[in-house]
């Protein structure tokens, strides 16, 4: 059976607690001026809109504002209509200098920062404004009522975080709660097939709290697509051809699990039975996870972004959904996350 076009089936969910609603694909734009010149940024965020798409996402950091850049361009060469769709969200937090207050949430980094994405992009206000991670330098108080501060003054709409653990996220939505703060309202961490941990803390805090979860990495940096195997270490033109040592994905790293390979072959056998292709599937499954509102999806190329848009209208049944779930259980020992600690904490007497 071949591939299935299903890059028009975009549906749409709630931002978290919030009343926006944002598509539950979201294009992500890192590769916006590193992998991706201007020419392909603009065409990926043609494509995104036409698809049915509505969230964006970029930061500061992204190539040093570049990223912020195009997509301003971008913004500015659009009719009203296309502009009114888009769901404009960026972050603040990594440095952008190399003087001491050019990093970090405090008042005096997150004040320049935000104003400098604003001119950047070309607008007066950006929908969700995320710190794109925790600070130990910077009392939360402070940080929080910069982004109530924000909020009060019409540049942001709601405020998020990126890449906050579990204790973290609990600690943000207490104190904003506690001081009649804006409270955030969603969360970005790196969820996929192949990182599952974030279920242990960091899923059940976002469900506890009403914050919806913006995925990123959702093909583990590629290894979901199927384009690395076993026996051929990544040469060419690709992340891991080009820097097989890159990061979270790096290829001994994690090749070297057998836990990787058996959850490709089974993302492999649903996309073959589905005529889907593998990042679909990967995709899907975890578009259907529970607290995730949008996911984020990052491309060098526009058909790259088109397949993967192709994932909105692949609905997993319970089988193919629970074989994925079995193979990439992350392997929690018995406490406090596995069965002992879950025994722990379950009121199911039936066995006493």
Known sequence: ?????????????TLGRSGCSVSALCLGTMTFGAETDEA??????DLFVESGGTLVDTADVYSAGVSEEMIGRWLAERPADVRDRVVLATKGR?????????????RRHLRRALEDSLRRLGVEHVDLYQLHAWDPHTPLEETLRF?????????VAYPGLSNFLGWQVQAAVDLAGRE???VPVTLQPSYSLLVRQVEFEIVPACLHNGLGILPWGPLAGGWLSGKYTRDQRPEGATRLGEDPGRGMEAYDRVGGRARTWDVLEAVQDVAESRGATMAQVALAWLAARPAVTSVILGARTTEQLRGNLGAAGLVLDDDETARLDAVSEPGAADYPYGDVGTEQRSRDLSGA
């Open 94 to 106: 990594m440095p952008m200098g190399a003087e001491p207050n050019a990093v970090g949430n405090s």
């Open 180 to 182: 009649h703060l804006a």
């Open 1 to 13: 059976m071949g591939t299935e076009d299903r890059s028009t089936a975009v549906d749409y969910r």
């Open 147 to 155: 982004l109530d501060d924000a909020v009060h003054a019409g540049q």
């Open 40 to 45: 392909g940024a603009h065409e990926q965020l």
